[in-house]
């Protein structure tokens, strides 16, 4: 029995003679984060559309907890925050939220979903004169309000500050600690890396990448970087018996394969007192991001 909310399976999508998605499968599970990256025009937007219920397919299938795309069961299953969010200028956050709540039909904490958002001060103010930000983290509390199955987020840190992104993804773990399937389309690497759990990555509408990134990681087979800071009078002894290359003076970086960082390891500490500290920087997400959104590229 399966525990996918999300299940895309190969789905393609064309426009005219163009292929915009290309036999693309992807499973997010109850309670599972998935990072959606990919290029712009790589397909993200479209395979949202898509899971909405949007845009038809042109072949495959989509289904939301056993529902398809656009059906009532899937509405009101998913909850989505696109990039440019749009409200009525004239209404009041709280107004604006109590509206969703009553064409929902449900009963809710209007002023305690507004307060979690960080919007207290500024629910009786009108929508017009809100930021960017402010809009967004009304939109948060939109999707707040059904607790949904799914969750498509489409750029959710835009416009939002750093504090406020650290408030963002800290909704976004309580919204998978509640068995919410959470996919996040985003270009911001850094905030995905830690606050997922598993990476898909697009290329020209088809999936180069799905996996968690310790796994992608081992599939990539990029090199960790070293750097050995010595003694003043060794920095030069230690890149020559290291191969590495002299760094801010007393130090010397090196990069090595998976398969000999241990055997690197030993070397340094066999040379002594010459090693004053060493650092060590394993790939992160926007290297392994670079190593397969151009994987297999002409």
Partial sequence: MTNNALSIEHVRKDRGNVTVLDDLSLTVSAGERVALLGHNGAGKSTLIKTILGLTPLTAGQISIGGAKPGSTSARRATAYLPEAVSFHPALTGREQLTLFARLDGQAADIQGLL?????????????????????????????????????????????LDPISRQDLYAIIDELAEHGTAVLIASHALTEVEART???????????????????????????????????????DTIAAKMGGARINGASVEIH????????????????????????MTPPRLEDLYRHFAKEGMQ
Avoid at 141 to 158: C, F, I, Y
């Fill in 115 to 159: 307060e979690r958002v960080g919007l207290s001060d500024a629910m009786d103010r009108r929508v017009g004169t809100y930021s960017k930000g402010m809009r967004q983290r009304l939109g948060l509390a939109q999707v707040l309000l059904g607790k949904p199955k799914v969750a498509l987020l489409d750029e959710p840190t835009s416009g």
């Fill in 197 to 235: 759990d598993r990476i898909a990555i697009l290329r020209k509408g088809v999936k180069v990448a799905d996996d968690t990134l310790e796994s992608l990681s081992a599939q990539a087979g990029l090199p960790t970087r070293m750097r050995i800071r010595a003694t003043e009078a060794q920095a």
């Fill in 256 to 279: 090595c394969e998976p398969d000999q960082k241990m055997a690197r390891l030993r070397d340094i500490a066999a040379m002594g007192d010459a090693v004053v500290d060493i650092e």
